[in-house]
């Protein structure tokens, strides 16, 4: 006797895509819930949002603008010493060394300045830069040559003068109790600002610091050539510029100068600060994030639940129908997915008009970056990609729970 084969189930080829139809009519048909639950989802979301991006923008931009000051990273060498060419090589060559430049003779390095109008300036500090210099601007270039000079901007605004204006300097001396003077034209190529360097002082190459000691040693008889002898054929230096690559590095390299015997100045207290203060902030925002986000996503899963909840009865009952526990699980799914992407929407949007309000009130008060709330694309795809998983696992065990419920008690009214 032949066995007929089982009737298919009319029913199961197309049920999961009736039931992603069926979910969508639904929301729609009980628009005004759907609508309140999306403002409850936007609600939670929003508040996280801005809390991420304050922690992105205002407070991280201020960690990092105290962990990055070099002025934080500068190891001052007092007195004068005998530094020869082997030890700027070797220290050179270490890892923890972000800046190094020789320097002459503190009471050598400073220059009289005459404008335009031969209006004066005197003594004013002599520093030596280069290429990598930790104080100057990105963008701003550094001398190349001994004519070459930087004016910070308190000195350019006290002189009036800017790049390409006509500048001399002067440096004095005394010889067999005669007073002499030497100047020579210098040309301005660039401002530093006072956010970078508040003092008066001209940055110069450092062949114009060993013209100017050599000529006040009595060793150049006058200063027509700036360039010889320059900076390269001198055997040693009495001191140095010198940054550390990072914070770490300043304890280290400090270690490694008072074992040489140098006398140095560090920004250790202001240093320690920095370090407390970068721990205390990281745990705090680690505690508020914790908190933030375990709540949101409670608070998220909880009204998802209870609109899953509140249709369980209509889910039992898809099961007469011929639907399976797939597609009953895959509705409240389907429809918690929709909700989150519009509440997520609609948390953007409130998102970027509290991120703009934060910016244009508070952001002039932030030196450098200039904002105080920003979001990343990797951060709005994690916060989008979070508030999903957190809207399908509580949707599934909700919907699971509801498949599991016999057609029959709910139609007795369970």
Sequence with gaps: MNQSPPHPDPAAPQSRWEGGRLALLDLWHDRRTTLVLVLTVAAIIAPLMLLLGLKTGVIATLRQDLLND???REIIIYGAHHLDRAWFQTMARRPDVGFLLPRTRTINATIDLLDGAQRPAEAIDLIPTAAGDPLLPPGLPAPVSAD???LTQTLARRLGLSPGTPLSGVLSRSR????ENAQFPLEIIGIIPEDRVAREAVFTHMDLLVAAE?????LRPTLADLRAPNADTRPEFAGARL???DLEGVDTLAATLRLQGIEIRTQAERIATVRAFDRTLSFILRIIALIGLTGGALALGGALWVNVERKRRDLAL????GFRHGTVVLIPLVQSAVIAALAFLLAGLAYGGGAGAFNRSLGQNLAGQGYVCRLESAHLAAAA???LLVALIAAAAAGYRASRIDPAECLRGG
């Excluded at 067999?176 to 007073?179: A, F, I, S, V």
């Excluded at 898809?318 to 129908?321: H, S, Y």
């Design 176 to 179: 067999n109790d005669t007073p």
């Design 318 to 321: 898809l099961r007469l129908f």
């Design 148 to 150: 070459q000079v930087l």
């Design 385 to 387: 990609t979070a508030t």
């Design 243 to 245: 940054y550390a690559r």
């Design 70 to 72: 070099p002025r934080t």
């Design 214 to 218: 050599d000529y006040r040693d009595g």
